[in-house]
Structure formats: structure tokens, C-alpha cells
Nanobody
Framework: VQLQASGGGFVQPGGSLRLACAASGFSLDYYAIGWFRRAPGKEREGVSCISTSDGTDYYEDPVKGRFTIVRDNAKNTVYLQMNSLIPEDTAVYYC???????????WGQGTQVTVSS
């Protein structure tokens, strides 16, 4: 059971990135998926998650209206589309899977996102 996060990089303010969380060894269809981030010197924080029951998506206030979480069950991947990026979005981003959005038990390695001019 492995999760692989990818898609990070360097982008200027106002730019976009799409992160991918791919699973191997299990189907993401049956799991809630969450995206988290840890900025330098800060605690890890939640960014967005999507439930397994009805596909409801949730966003933390700092990213509402800018980020979108999307499932692609055919590719066994969950994406985080990040638009209108700001320097405060700079962080290592992690994805996680669990039975519910309140219980994430499997974590992938992080992918670095740097927003800077």
C-alpha cells in the first residue's frame, strides 16, 4: 500500500500547479483522500479532502476558491488543482488516505511547492 505525491515545483505568484496522488496496492475509490502541507517553520495543516461516501470535497479557508480536489478513479489518482498561487502556499504537500476524512492512516512522501517571484 503506497501513495505517491507528485507535481510540485517552482511557480510565480498567480500561477498554477496540479498535484497528483497516485496509489499502488489498493484502490483509492474506497478511501477518503486528504491533502496536507507543511510550510517552513510551521506545523502541518490540512488543505483539502474528499470523502469516499458521496465524493463531497472540503477546503480550508486559505485555499477556498483557488484549489480543487478531483478524483480520477480510472487512473487511481486524486489531483489537487492549485490556481492563483501565492507565496504563502509554499510548502511540502502530502497526500493521505483513510476510511473517513477524520481518519487518515496511509501517507505518501511530500512534494515541494515553491511560489516566488
Amino acid at each position: 500500500v503506497q501513495l505517491q505525491a507528485s507535481g510540485g515545483g517552482f511557480v510565480q505568484p498567480g500561477g498554477s500547479l496540479r498535484l497528483a496522488c497516485a496509489a499502488s496496492g489498493f484502490s483509492l475509490d474506497y478511501y477518503a483522500i486528504g491533502w496536507f502541507r507543511r510550510a517552513p517553520g510551521k506545523e502541518r495543516e490540512g488543505v483539502s479532502c474528499i470523502s469516499t461516501s458521496d465524493g463531497t470535497d472540503y477546503y480550508e479557508d486559505p485555499v477556498k476558491g483557488r484549489f480543487t480536489i478531483v478524483r480520477d478513479n480510472a487512473k487511481n489518482t486524486v489531483y489537487l488543482q492549485m490556481n492563483s498561487l501565492i507565496p504563502e502556499d509554499t510548502a511540502v504537500y502530502y497526500c493521505a488516505a483513510g476510511p473517513t476524512i477524520a481518519s487518515f492512516v496511509s501517507w505518501g512522501q511530500g512534494t515541494q511547492v515553491t511560489v516566488s517571484s
